[in-house]
Protein backbone atom coordinates (compact mmCIF):
# COMPACT_ATOMS: atom_id res chain seq x y z
CA UNK A 1 0.00 0.00 0.00
CA UNK A 2 1.76 3.53 -1.13
CA UNK A 3 1.33 6.45 0.67
CA UNK A 4 -0.72 8.40 -2.13
CA UNK A 5 -3.56 5.55 -1.85
CA UNK A 6 -3.96 5.71 1.22
CA UNK A 7 -3.72 9.71 1.32
CA UNK A 8 -6.60 8.95 -1.56
CA UNK A 9 -9.10 8.06 1.43
CA UNK A 10 -7.72 10.85 3.56
CA UNK A 11 -8.54 13.38 1.09
CA UNK A 12 -12.16 12.02 0.24
CA UNK A 13 -13.34 12.19 4.14
CA UNK A 14 -13.53 15.58 6.48
CA UNK A 15 -10.47 16.55 7.77
CA UNK A 16 -9.39 14.35 11.14
CA UNK A 17 -11.73 11.38 10.41
CA UNK A 18 -8.96 9.14 8.74
CA UNK A 19 -5.90 8.79 11.31
CA UNK A 20 -2.95 7.62 11.07
CA UNK A 21 -1.01 8.46 14.22
CA UNK A 22 0.89 5.40 15.75
CA UNK A 23 -0.26 6.23 19.09
CA UNK A 24 -4.23 6.90 18.64
CA UNK A 25 -3.87 3.57 16.20
CA UNK A 26 -1.78 1.29 19.08
CA UNK A 27 -4.86 2.31 21.33
CA UNK A 28 -7.29 0.25 18.77
CA UNK A 29 -5.73 -2.64 18.83
CA UNK A 30 -7.07 -4.83 21.55
CA UNK A 31 -10.84 -4.96 22.66
CA UNK A 32 -12.12 -6.23 25.97
CA UNK A 33 -10.63 -9.67 24.96
CA UNK A 34 -7.24 -8.83 25.18
CA UNK A 35 -6.27 -11.45 21.97
CA UNK A 36 -2.71 -11.36 22.21
CA UNK A 37 -2.10 -11.85 18.71
CA UNK A 38 -3.70 -8.33 17.49
CA UNK A 39 -2.62 -6.65 14.86
CA UNK A 40 -2.41 -2.56 14.04
CA UNK A 41 -4.68 -1.18 11.90
CA UNK A 42 -3.46 0.54 8.65
CA UNK A 43 -5.36 3.38 9.42
CA UNK A 44 -8.90 4.33 11.71
CA UNK A 45 -11.60 6.15 10.36
CA UNK A 46 -14.30 7.57 12.40
CA UNK A 47 -16.93 8.05 10.08
CA UNK A 48 -20.90 10.29 11.44
CA UNK A 49 -22.35 9.18 8.55
CA UNK A 50 -23.88 6.52 6.36
CA UNK A 51 -21.84 8.10 3.74
CA UNK A 52 -18.97 8.48 5.61
CA UNK A 53 -18.77 4.74 5.95
CA UNK A 54 -19.52 4.54 2.15
CA UNK A 55 -16.90 6.50 0.88
CA UNK A 56 -13.83 4.54 3.22
CA UNK A 57 -15.73 0.94 2.67
CA UNK A 58 -15.37 1.75 -1.45
CA UNK A 59 -11.93 3.14 -1.46
CA UNK A 60 -10.97 -0.12 1.04
CA UNK A 61 -12.98 -2.35 -1.92
CA UNK A 62 -10.75 -0.82 -4.79
CA UNK A 63 -7.77 -1.25 -3.12
CA UNK A 64 -8.66 -4.89 -1.92
CA UNK A 65 -8.02 -3.71 1.84
CA UNK A 66 -9.32 -5.21 4.74
CA UNK A 67 -11.95 -3.47 6.79
CA UNK A 68 -12.37 -4.58 10.40
CA UNK A 69 -15.22 -2.67 12.65
CA UNK A 70 -15.23 -1.75 16.02
CA UNK A 71 -17.89 0.06 18.37
CA UNK A 72 -17.38 0.85 22.13
CA UNK A 73 -14.62 -2.15 21.86
CA UNK A 74 -15.93 -4.43 24.51
CA UNK A 75 -16.12 -7.48 22.57
CA UNK A 76 -15.31 -10.39 24.83
CA UNK A 77 -14.67 -12.98 21.90
CA UNK A 78 -12.08 -10.66 20.02
CA UNK A 79 -14.80 -9.97 17.58
CA UNK A 80 -13.00 -6.18 16.97
CA UNK A 81 -9.29 -6.71 17.26
CA UNK A 82 -7.42 -4.97 15.03
CA UNK A 83 -5.54 -6.76 11.91
CA UNK A 84 -2.44 -5.70 10.45
CA UNK A 85 -2.87 -3.89 7.11
CA UNK A 86 -6.39 -3.55 7.62
CA UNK A 87 -8.47 -0.08 7.79
CA UNK A 88 -10.76 -0.07 10.99
CA UNK A 89 -14.22 1.64 10.93
CA UNK A 90 -15.13 2.50 14.50
CA UNK A 91 -18.44 3.36 15.11
CA UNK A 92 -18.04 5.45 18.00
CA UNK A 93 -19.11 8.88 16.90
CA UNK A 94 -22.16 7.62 15.42
CA UNK A 95 -24.39 8.84 17.67
CA UNK A 96 -27.88 10.27 16.73
CA UNK A 97 -30.67 8.84 17.97
CA UNK A 98 -34.74 9.57 18.18
CA UNK A 99 -37.51 7.95 19.94
CA UNK A 100 -40.98 7.89 18.28
CA UNK A 101 -43.28 7.34 20.93
CA UNK A 102 -46.26 6.88 18.25
CA UNK A 103 -44.67 3.81 17.20
CA UNK A 104 -42.63 2.67 20.11
CA UNK A 105 -39.32 2.86 18.22
CA UNK A 106 -35.77 4.27 18.79
CA UNK A 107 -34.12 5.25 15.92
CA UNK A 108 -30.48 4.52 16.71
CA UNK A 109 -27.08 4.79 15.48
CA UNK A 110 -24.79 1.98 15.96
CA UNK A 111 -22.39 4.18 18.26
CA UNK A 112 -25.30 4.85 20.83
CA UNK A 113 -24.48 3.09 24.03
CA UNK A 114 -27.15 0.74 25.27
CA UNK A 115 -27.46 2.39 28.63
CA UNK A 116 -28.38 5.56 26.69
CA UNK A 117 -30.73 4.01 24.63
CA UNK A 118 -32.60 2.96 27.77
CA UNK A 119 -32.34 6.65 29.16
CA UNK A 120 -33.97 8.05 26.19
CA UNK A 121 -36.29 5.46 26.04
CA UNK A 122 -37.58 6.02 30.14
CA UNK A 123 -37.45 9.67 29.65
CA UNK A 124 -40.32 9.05 27.09
CA UNK A 125 -42.18 6.28 28.98
CA UNK A 126 -40.51 3.48 27.41
CA UNK A 127 -38.33 0.47 28.08
CA UNK A 128 -35.06 -1.09 26.23
CA UNK A 129 -34.83 -4.57 27.41
CA UNK A 130 -31.61 -6.42 26.21
CA UNK A 131 -29.26 -5.30 29.24
CA UNK A 132 -25.87 -6.79 29.23
CA UNK A 133 -24.56 -6.61 32.12
CA UNK A 134 -21.54 -4.36 30.42
CA UNK A 135 -24.97 -2.14 29.25
CA UNK A 136 -23.25 1.23 31.10
CA UNK A 137 -20.11 1.17 27.86
CA UNK A 138 -21.09 -1.67 25.34
CA UNK A 139 -22.81 0.15 21.91
CA UNK A 140 -26.19 -0.45 20.39
CA UNK A 141 -23.82 -1.50 16.88
CA UNK A 142 -21.90 -3.87 19.44
CA UNK A 143 -25.02 -5.89 20.51
CA UNK A 144 -26.54 -6.23 17.43
CA UNK A 145 -23.28 -7.72 15.43
CA UNK A 146 -23.01 -10.23 18.60
CA UNK A 147 -26.74 -10.75 18.85
CA UNK A 148 -26.64 -9.51 22.95
CA UNK A 149 -28.53 -10.87 25.88
CA UNK A 150 -28.70 -9.70 29.83
CA UNK A 151 -30.01 -10.62 32.68
CA UNK A 152 -33.66 -9.82 31.51
CA UNK A 153 -33.55 -12.16 28.93
CA UNK A 154 -35.18 -15.23 30.13
CA UNK A 155 -37.70 -13.62 29.99
CA UNK A 156 -37.63 -10.75 27.29
CA UNK A 157 -35.49 -12.07 24.76
CA UNK A 158 -32.51 -10.98 23.39
CA UNK A 159 -31.29 -8.14 20.85
CA UNK A 160 -32.74 -9.67 17.69
CA UNK A 161 -35.93 -10.01 19.48
CA UNK A 162 -36.13 -6.44 19.64
CA UNK A 163 -34.06 -5.16 15.87
CA UNK A 164 -36.97 -4.15 13.53
CA UNK A 165 -34.92 -2.80 10.82
CA UNK A 166 -31.46 -2.13 9.88
CA UNK A 167 -29.20 0.67 7.59
CA UNK A 168 -26.09 -1.78 6.83
CA UNK A 169 -23.26 -0.78 4.41
CA UNK A 170 -22.25 -3.86 2.08
CA UNK A 171 -18.82 -4.98 1.01
CA UNK A 172 -18.86 -3.09 -1.98
CA UNK A 173 -20.62 0.40 -0.93
CA UNK A 174 -23.60 0.31 -1.39
CA UNK A 175 -26.38 1.38 1.61
CA UNK A 176 -29.32 -1.05 2.02
CA UNK A 177 -32.36 -0.67 4.53
CA UNK A 178 -34.02 -3.77 5.73
CA UNK A 179 -37.33 -3.77 7.87
CA UNK A 180 -38.67 -0.76 9.15
CA UNK A 181 -41.12 0.53 11.98
CA UNK A 182 -43.81 -1.86 11.53
CA UNK A 183 -44.17 -5.01 13.89
CA UNK A 184 -45.13 -7.08 11.03
CA UNK A 185 -43.31 -7.54 7.65
CA UNK A 186 -43.13 -10.94 5.84
CA UNK A 187 -42.01 -9.39 2.35
CA UNK A 188 -39.40 -11.72 1.48
CA UNK A 189 -36.61 -13.15 3.04
CA UNK A 190 -35.86 -12.23 6.77
CA UNK A 191 -32.79 -10.14 6.40
CA UNK A 192 -33.05 -8.01 9.39
CA UNK A 193 -32.53 -11.74 11.44
CA UNK A 194 -30.07 -12.69 9.08
CA UNK A 195 -27.56 -9.43 10.11
CA UNK A 196 -27.97 -9.70 13.87
CA UNK A 197 -25.19 -11.36 15.17
CA UNK A 198 -23.39 -11.64 12.15
CA UNK A 199 -20.27 -10.33 13.56
CA UNK A 200 -19.49 -7.57 11.05
CA UNK A 201 -19.25 -10.13 8.14
CA UNK A 202 -21.55 -9.13 6.05
CA UNK A 203 -22.03 -5.47 6.34
CA UNK A 204 -21.43 -2.36 8.59
CA UNK A 205 -24.76 -1.37 10.49
CA UNK A 206 -24.97 1.84 10.31
CA UNK A 207 -28.93 2.86 11.81
CA UNK A 208 -31.12 0.32 14.25
CA UNK A 209 -34.95 1.01 14.23
CA UNK A 210 -35.41 -1.04 17.79
CA UNK A 211 -38.73 -1.74 18.90
CA UNK A 212 -39.62 -0.84 22.31
CA UNK A 213 -41.57 -1.53 25.13
CA UNK A 214 -44.03 -0.01 27.84
CA UNK A 215 -42.31 0.25 31.05
CA UNK A 216 -41.68 -2.82 33.17
CA UNK A 217 -43.73 -3.02 36.21
CA UNK A 218 -41.75 -3.04 39.25
CA UNK A 219 -40.03 -6.00 40.19
CA UNK A 220 -39.75 -7.88 43.28
CA UNK A 221 -35.97 -9.83 44.05
CA UNK A 222 -35.82 -13.30 45.68
CA UNK A 223 -32.39 -14.00 47.14
CA UNK A 224 -30.81 -17.75 48.15
CA UNK A 225 -27.46 -18.92 49.56
CA UNK A 226 -26.63 -22.81 48.63
CA UNK A 227 -24.30 -24.61 49.43
CA UNK A 228 -23.15 -26.06 46.51
CA UNK A 229 -23.42 -25.10 43.28
CA UNK A 230 -25.50 -28.05 41.86
CA UNK A 231 -27.90 -27.50 44.54
CA UNK A 232 -27.93 -23.84 42.94
CA UNK A 233 -28.37 -25.35 39.81
CA UNK A 234 -30.93 -27.60 40.95
CA UNK A 235 -33.30 -24.83 41.86
CA UNK A 236 -32.58 -22.89 38.78
CA UNK A 237 -34.30 -25.69 37.12
CA UNK A 238 -37.08 -26.07 40.28
CA UNK A 239 -38.11 -22.52 39.04
CA UNK A 240 -37.82 -22.76 35.73
CA UNK A 241 -39.90 -25.80 35.46
CA UNK A 242 -42.85 -23.72 36.40
CA UNK A 243 -42.81 -20.22 35.61
CA UNK A 244 -40.84 -17.98 33.73
CA UNK A 245 -38.93 -15.14 35.99
CA UNK A 246 -38.20 -11.95 34.80
CA UNK A 247 -34.32 -12.85 35.78
CA UNK A 248 -32.53 -15.50 37.31
CA UNK A 249 -28.88 -15.03 38.30
CA UNK A 250 -26.05 -17.69 39.47
CA UNK A 251 -23.29 -16.83 41.63
CA UNK A 252 -20.34 -19.29 42.54
CA UNK A 253 -18.51 -18.82 45.41
CA UNK A 254 -15.28 -16.95 44.01
CA UNK A 255 -17.31 -14.48 42.16
CA UNK A 256 -19.09 -14.09 45.65
CA UNK A 257 -16.10 -13.27 47.86
CA UNK A 258 -14.53 -11.61 44.50
CA UNK A 259 -17.43 -9.43 44.66
CA UNK A 260 -17.72 -8.99 48.56
CA UNK A 261 -14.27 -7.67 48.39
CA UNK A 262 -15.15 -4.94 45.83
CA UNK A 263 -18.41 -3.81 47.02
CA UNK A 264 -18.59 -4.96 51.13
CA UNK A 265 -22.03 -5.33 50.84
CA UNK A 266 -22.31 -8.29 53.15
CA UNK A 267 -22.69 -11.27 50.95
CA UNK A 268 -22.20 -14.65 52.63
CA UNK A 269 -18.51 -15.76 51.86
CA UNK A 270 -19.40 -19.40 53.27
CA UNK A 271 -22.30 -20.23 50.80
CA UNK A 272 -21.16 -22.47 47.19
CA UNK A 273 -23.38 -20.30 45.53
CA UNK A 274 -25.97 -17.72 45.54
CA UNK A 275 -29.30 -16.71 42.92
CA UNK A 276 -30.48 -13.83 42.12
CA UNK A 277 -33.78 -14.20 41.00
CA UNK A 278 -36.91 -11.38 40.28
CA UNK A 279 -40.49 -11.38 39.49
CA UNK A 280 -42.17 -8.61 37.74
CA UNK A 281 -46.09 -10.14 37.32
CA UNK A 282 -48.79 -7.84 38.56
CA UNK A 283 -50.36 -8.22 42.10
CA UNK A 284 -51.20 -11.84 43.28
CA UNK A 285 -49.66 -13.58 39.81
CA UNK A 286 -46.32 -12.06 41.40
CA UNK A 287 -46.84 -12.35 44.95
CA UNK A 288 -47.91 -16.67 43.48
CA UNK A 289 -44.14 -16.24 41.91
CA UNK A 290 -42.12 -14.98 44.61
CA UNK A 291 -43.58 -17.32 47.20
CA UNK A 292 -42.32 -20.31 44.28
CA UNK A 293 -39.20 -19.04 44.25
CA UNK A 294 -39.07 -19.01 47.24
CA UNK A 295 -40.20 -22.45 48.26
CA UNK A 296 -37.94 -23.98 45.28
CA UNK A 297 -34.79 -22.17 46.61
CA UNK A 298 -35.31 -23.40 49.78
CA UNK A 299 -36.23 -27.38 48.98
CA UNK A 300 -33.37 -27.49 46.96
CA UNK A 301 -30.97 -26.74 50.15
CA UNK A 302 -31.12 -22.97 49.98
CA UNK A 303 -31.01 -20.94 53.22
CA UNK A 304 -31.17 -17.27 53.96
CA UNK A 305 -33.68 -17.22 51.61
CA UNK A 306 -35.66 -13.59 51.54
CA UNK A 307 -37.70 -11.25 48.87
CA UNK A 308 -37.57 -7.54 48.91
CA UNK A 309 -39.38 -5.18 46.86
CA UNK A 310 -37.44 -2.13 48.00
CA UNK A 311 -36.04 -0.62 44.68
CA UNK A 312 -32.63 0.04 46.50
CA UNK A 313 -31.94 -3.75 47.97
CA UNK A 314 -33.23 -4.99 44.66
CA UNK A 315 -30.90 -2.87 42.68
CA UNK A 316 -27.88 -3.92 44.90
CA UNK A 317 -27.88 -7.63 44.43
CA UNK A 318 -28.40 -6.75 40.62
CA UNK A 319 -25.40 -4.42 40.87
CA UNK A 320 -23.51 -7.52 42.14
CA UNK A 321 -23.85 -10.10 39.68
CA UNK A 322 -22.93 -7.51 37.35
CA UNK A 323 -20.35 -6.42 39.01
CA UNK A 324 -18.77 -10.03 38.99
CA UNK A 325 -16.63 -9.81 35.71
CA UNK A 326 -14.81 -6.93 37.01
CA UNK A 327 -14.27 -8.18 40.60
CA UNK A 328 -12.53 -11.69 39.62
CA UNK A 329 -10.83 -10.06 37.28
CA UNK A 330 -8.67 -8.76 39.77
CA UNK A 331 -7.79 -12.20 40.86
CA UNK A 332 -5.90 -12.28 37.57
CA UNK A 333 -6.11 -11.82 33.62
CA UNK A 334 -9.07 -13.89 32.53
CA UNK A 335 -10.44 -15.96 29.26
CA UNK A 336 -14.25 -15.45 29.35
CA UNK A 337 -16.72 -18.21 28.25
CA UNK A 338 -20.36 -17.80 27.83
CA UNK A 339 -21.09 -21.25 26.78
CA UNK A 340 -25.04 -22.23 26.90
CA UNK A 341 -26.84 -25.34 27.52
CA UNK A 342 -30.83 -26.67 27.39
CA UNK A 343 -31.68 -26.20 30.92
CA UNK A 344 -31.98 -29.92 31.81
CA UNK A 345 -28.20 -29.89 31.78
CA UNK A 346 -27.04 -27.25 33.77
CA UNK A 347 -26.29 -29.26 36.51
CA UNK A 348 -24.25 -31.08 34.50
CA UNK A 349 -21.90 -27.85 32.75
CA UNK A 350 -22.00 -26.36 36.18
CA UNK A 351 -20.18 -29.79 37.42
CA UNK A 352 -18.08 -30.30 34.57
CA UNK A 353 -16.39 -26.92 34.77
CA UNK A 354 -15.72 -27.62 38.38
CA UNK A 355 -14.13 -31.15 37.22
CA UNK A 356 -12.26 -29.16 34.45
CA UNK A 357 -10.76 -26.71 36.80
CA UNK A 358 -9.70 -29.36 38.90
CA UNK A 359 -8.11 -31.42 36.15
CA UNK A 360 -6.06 -28.51 35.31
CA UNK A 361 -5.38 -27.07 38.51
CA UNK A 362 -7.05 -23.39 37.42
CA UNK A 363 -9.46 -21.37 38.95
CA UNK A 364 -12.61 -21.23 37.07
CA UNK A 365 -15.48 -19.26 38.75
CA UNK A 366 -18.82 -19.67 37.44
CA UNK A 367 -21.28 -16.75 36.56
CA UNK A 368 -24.07 -17.16 34.91
CA UNK A 369 -27.81 -16.28 33.19
CA UNK A 370 -29.30 -19.10 34.74
CA UNK A 371 -32.76 -18.96 33.75
CA UNK A 372 -31.92 -19.22 30.16
CA UNK A 373 -28.65 -21.60 30.83
CA UNK A 374 -26.07 -19.10 29.74
CA UNK A 375 -23.00 -19.47 31.39
CA UNK A 376 -20.07 -17.18 31.86
CA UNK A 377 -16.52 -19.69 33.20
CA UNK A 378 -14.28 -17.18 34.06
CA UNK A 379 -10.96 -18.53 33.92
CA UNK A 380 -8.15 -16.73 36.02
CA UNK A 381 -4.49 -17.21 35.07
CA UNK A 382 -1.23 -15.41 35.01
CA UNK A 383 -0.38 -14.21 31.48
CA UNK A 384 3.26 -14.33 32.84
CA UNK A 385 3.26 -17.88 33.88
CA UNK A 386 3.76 -19.67 30.47
CA UNK A 387 2.10 -23.03 31.86
CA UNK A 388 -0.77 -22.00 33.63
CA UNK A 389 -1.41 -20.14 30.36
CA UNK A 390 -1.12 -22.93 28.83
CA UNK A 391 -3.68 -25.07 31.36
CA UNK A 392 -6.08 -22.40 30.99
CA UNK A 393 -6.13 -22.14 27.09
CA UNK A 394 -6.63 -26.03 27.59
CA UNK A 395 -9.34 -25.49 30.06
CA UNK A 396 -10.83 -22.95 27.57
CA UNK A 397 -11.29 -25.55 24.96
CA UNK A 398 -12.72 -28.53 27.03
CA UNK A 399 -15.35 -26.00 28.37
CA UNK A 400 -16.74 -25.24 25.00
CA UNK A 401 -16.08 -29.13 23.90
CA UNK A 402 -18.41 -29.92 27.54
CA UNK A 403 -21.33 -27.75 26.22
CA UNK A 404 -21.40 -28.97 22.94
CA UNK A 405 -21.32 -32.67 23.90
CA UNK A 406 -24.57 -31.48 26.41
CA UNK A 407 -26.08 -30.13 22.93
CA UNK A 408 -25.32 -26.52 23.70
CA UNK A 409 -23.32 -23.89 22.12
CA UNK A 410 -19.85 -21.74 22.69
CA UNK A 411 -21.22 -18.20 22.61
CA UNK A 412 -24.50 -17.40 24.12
CA UNK A 413 -24.27 -13.65 23.77
CA UNK A 414 -20.96 -12.83 23.07
CA UNK A 415 -20.19 -13.98 20.00
CA UNK A 416 -17.98 -16.19 18.13
CA UNK A 417 -15.25 -13.89 17.00
CA UNK A 418 -11.51 -14.89 16.67
CA UNK A 419 -11.35 -16.65 19.90
CA UNK A 420 -13.57 -19.73 19.37
CA UNK A 421 -14.48 -20.39 15.77
CA UNK A 422 -11.84 -23.38 15.98
CA UNK A 423 -14.75 -24.69 17.88
CA UNK A 424 -17.96 -23.68 15.47
CA UNK A 425 -17.47 -26.12 13.16
CA UNK A 426 -17.96 -28.99 16.43
CA UNK A 427 -20.73 -27.33 17.10
CA UNK A 428 -22.92 -26.82 13.99
CA UNK A 429 -21.21 -29.16 11.41
CA UNK A 430 -20.49 -28.96 7.97
CA UNK A 431 -23.32 -28.22 5.75
CA UNK A 432 -24.25 -25.34 7.86
CA UNK A 433 -20.36 -23.71 7.57
CA UNK A 434 -20.72 -24.63 4.22
CA UNK A 435 -23.58 -22.36 4.37
CA UNK A 436 -22.77 -19.68 6.37
CA UNK A 437 -19.61 -19.48 3.84
CA UNK A 438 -21.83 -19.49 0.60
CA UNK A 439 -23.80 -16.46 2.51
CA UNK A 440 -20.63 -14.69 2.82
CA UNK A 441 -18.88 -14.91 0.26
CA UNK A 442 -22.04 -13.84 -2.12
CA UNK A 443 -21.90 -10.44 -0.01
CA UNK A 444 -18.38 -9.83 0.29
CA UNK A 445 -16.50 -12.14 -2.86
CA UNK A 446 -13.66 -10.13 -1.82
CA UNK A 447 -13.92 -11.84 1.98
CA UNK A 448 -12.55 -8.32 3.18
CA UNK A 449 -15.30 -7.30 5.95
CA UNK A 450 -13.65 -8.15 9.26
CA UNK A 451 -11.24 -11.35 7.91
CA UNK A 452 -10.47 -13.59 10.85
CA UNK A 453 -13.66 -13.31 12.83
CA UNK A 454 -16.31 -16.79 12.77
CA UNK A 455 -15.05 -18.19 9.73
CA UNK A 456 -12.13 -17.19 8.53
Not at 139 to 152: D, E, F, M
Request: with cysteine; proline share 6%; net charge negative.
Amino acid sequence: MSTPELSQLIDSLPAGMVIVDPDILGAYRYDRANDPDAGTPLALVRPMTTEHVQTAVRWCAEAGVPITTRGAGTSLSGGSTAVDGAVMISTEKMRQLTIDTATRTAVAQPGMLNAEVKQAAADKGLWYPPDPSSFEICSIGGNVATNAGGLCCVKYGVTVDYVLGLEVVLADGRAMRVGGKQLKDSAGLPLTKMFVGSEGLLGIVTEVTLRLLPPQAAACTVVGSFPTVRAASEAVLAVTSQIRPAMLEFMDAASINAVEDMLKMGLNREAGALLVAQSDAPGPAGEAEVALIEEAFRQCGGDEVFSTSDPAESEAFTVARRMAIPAVEKLGALLLEDVGVPLPALPDLIDGVAAIAADNDVLISVIAHAGDGNTHPLIVHDPNDVDETARANRAFGQIMDLAISLGGTITGEHGVGRLKKGWLRDQVGDDVMDLMSTIKAALDPQGLLNPGVMLG
